[in-house]
């Protein structure tokens, strides 16, 4: 009995690989890469791995970093989609490497760093102008009116008025999708705006006036051209332009 199971669970095994295998699907990925140690100029590097369909990108890349050429540098944290880590410039759109499947840019497709942003190695790009940006804007809860001795209750309506920028996650795929962005280093950009917004509608706070003054001055809100590229570069699905033109209108006709 015993025989008959192990040969029973081999073959099941056998049948599984080759359904695996039938599935594997090849993806040739050409990769920008830099390295300052190795040359001022940066090159393109491809490999050529196989692997599932529903895999995702991220894993391709995981696989030539493990078992082709491991001085590939990236990042990425939690590869579900929350972290923001693994901002890419992926068939020359911004996109996260978690959530890009390899049956949707098969059999090839192109990645580099996302724009803007100084370039440290390969897919590693200084996030530190952008932090900047999104710290100019003053994105925590102010309010003056001591330490409360419980919650501060908030209708949900009031909740709703800014709950889609609560959304971000900080991978700077908008940001760095913004064209007057990569022209002008200045400019706080599409996320710092976005998480400006959530606090200055948020009607537990009491900082509003300081941000949009902040975003009324010349690197603010008004920098934007309205291109929508960071509407559509976001990957958590937020209206960043619309959040821009609110922020907008309320600089104009609040009269704050």
Not at 9 to 21: E, I, K, N
Not at 36 to 45: K, L
Not at 138 to 159: A, V, Y
Request: a negative charge; one cysteine or more; proline letters at 5%.
């Amino acid at each position: 009995m015993a025989g008959e199971m192990s040969a029973g669970a081999t073959l099941q095994g056998s049948d599984d690989a080759s359904v695996g295998a039938s599935r594997a699907m090849s993806l040739t990925l050409k990769i920008r890469r830099y390295n300052p140690e190795v040359s001022e100029e940066p090159w393109w590097d491809e490999f050529t791995v196989a692997m599932d369909p529903t895999d995702r990108l991220l894993d391709a890349l995981h696989e030539v970093k493990w078992h082709h050429d491991g001085t590939l540098a990236l990042r990425r944290s939690c590869a579900h989609g929350i972290c923001g880590s693994d901002a890419m410039l992926i068939d020359g759109r911004n996109a996260l490497a978690c959530k890009v499947l390899v049956q949707d840019v098969a059999p090839a497709c192109t990645v580099e760093p996302i724009r803007g942003l100084p370039v440290l190695k390969d897919l590693i790009v200084d996030m530190e102008p952008f932090f900047a940006g999104y710290r100019s804007v003053l994105p925590f809860l102010i309010n003056d009116e001591g330490e409360p001795d419980r919650e501060r209750l908030q209708s949900p309506e009031d909740r709703h008025r800014f709950d889609d920028t609560t959304k971000c996650i900080l991978c700077a795929a908008c940001t760095t999708s913004c064209p007057i962005f990569w022209g002008d280093g200045e400019y706080v950009g599409p996320a710092a705006i976005v998480n400006a917004h959530r606090f200055i509608f948020d009607s537990r706070d009491h900082g509003s006036r300081d941000r949009l003054k902040i975003l009324s001055e010349k690197t603010g809100v008004f920098r934007c051209r309205t291109t929508f590229n960071c509407t559509e570069a976001c990957p958590r699905g937020i209206e960043v332009t619309k959040a821009i033109q609110e922020v907008k209108r309320t600089i104009l006709f609040d009269r704050f």
